[in-house]
Every structure is written in structure tokens, then in C-alpha cells.
């Protein structure tokens, strides 16, 4: 595994957004893009290691920019009055989205067909404005969530192995496996079964 990033410039209007790219440069072809929504604070090393994590799990993640180019690395103060500004901007926030989104699945390293959107704290109204679109393609994996627990997935593998020595119960829904009792978001599935989940989800 080869983990590799670049920065991606986008624009809306007259402003400059920049996302952090995250793929695994081991694996041949597009795969499924992720995009990671970020909290309160704006893009920083907390969702740019997710993306990266993604990337290791076969996704190419991109942890997105909804303030600003120039607003990465802020004031907690300032972001805190850039997110209610968002908050009671929606249409702003919507079209802001749809360019990183647009931005995305121009890369090289993604299928465009297949991408979905996470989020923590404010970035889980995030992914949800983005399904709110009507994107083609756009896909939130968690109903109800603010947050898909990415940093869980450390422990799916110890899960993974649980379950096939007969320890942990495994229910069966489609292409979607999930552990009984779990708390269903602390599970990182592979692209496939994210996305299909995705699917059930808005269809």
C-alpha cells in the first residue's frame, strides 16, 4: 500500500476552495471517491487523515473545503461564524458542495459513477446538503448520522476475525454485513458494500 495525496484547488465564484486528495497508488484504475465534510473548524489534519485511511481501505478520499481557501487554519471564533453563516445559507452551502463534488470525480484516480460523502459534527450537515441535492451519484452511507466512525476501523479487522472464529453474530441484509449489537457506525465497510448501503439508503 502507497499511500499518496495532492491538493486540488476549486472555485464558486470569485472564492478559492482547496481539498486534500487521498488514494492508494498500489491499487490500478478509478476507484470510489469519498468525500470528508469537516467539523466546525474547518479543513484540517483530522479529516485529511480519514481521507487517508479511506484511501487505504481502497476508496480515493477527499477531505473537502466549505469556508474558503484563504479561512484553512482559522480562528475558532471565525470558522464558528463562517459555519452558522453556511448553516443559514443552504442554497450557498449546496452549490459549494456540488463544486468540490464536481472537482472529485474529475480525478483521474476516481469513478465518478460511484461516490459518497461523510461527515463529522458540522460536516454531517454537510454530507446531508450534499444528498440534498439530488446529485447524481452523490451517496451519504449513515441514515441519521452525524458521523461515519472512520478511525473504528482500526478494529473492523479484529472484528472481522471474531466473527469468522463464531464470537460475534452476523446478520446478513443484501451486500451489507453488520455486526448484531454493534453500534453500526463503528464499522468501515469495503466500497462496494458502502455504496450499495448508500443505495438502500436514498432509494
Not at 479561512?71 to 475558532?76: D, L, S, V, W, Y
Not at 464558528?80 to 483521474?108: G, P, T
Not at 478511525?151 to 469468522?164: H, M
Request: net charge positive; charged share 30%; aromatic share 6%.
Amino acid at each position: 500500500m502507497t499511500v499518496k495525496t495532492r491538493l486540488i484547488d476549486y472555485r464558486d465564484g470569485d472564492r478559492v476552495f482547496e481539498g486534500r486528495l487521498a488514494w492508494d497508488e498500489a491499487i490500478e484504475g478509478p476507484r470510489p471517491g469519498v468525500i470528508v465534510a469537516h467539523t466546525i473548524r474547518g479543513r484540517s489534519k483530522f479529516e485529511e487523515g480519514k481521507a487517508e485511511l479511506l484511501a487505504g481501505m481502497g476508496y480515493a478520499g477527499f477531505a473537502i473545503d466549505v469556508y474558503g481557501k484563504e479561512a484553512i487554519g482559522g480562528e475558532f471564533d471565525d470558522c464558528r461564524e463562517m459555519m452558522e453563516s453556511l448553516r443559514n445559507q443552504r442554497a450557498v452551502l449546496q452549490r459549494r458542495l456540488l463544486r468540490a463534488l464536481q472537482a472529485l470525480r474529475e480525478q483521474a484516480e476516481v469513478d465518478a459513477s460511484r461516490v459518497a460523502a461523510i461527515g463529522y459534527c458540522f460536516g454531517g450537515t454537510v454530507a446531508l446538503e450534499l444528498a440534498r441535492t439530488g446529485a447524481e451519484a452523490a451517496r451519504v452511507p449513515q441514515p441519521g448520522a452525524t458521523a461515519l466512525m472512520v478511525d473504528a476501523a482500526r478494529r473492523a479487522a479484529r472484528r472481522a476475525a471474531a466473527a469468522a472464529a463464531g464470537r460475534l453474530a452476523v446478520r446478513q441484509r443484501g451486500n451489507r454485513r453488520v455486526g448484531q449489537g454493534q453500534d453500526q457506525r463503528a464499522v468501515l465497510a469495503r466500497p462496494a458494500v458502502v455504496l450499495g448501503y448508500g443505495n438502500d439508503v436514498l432509494e
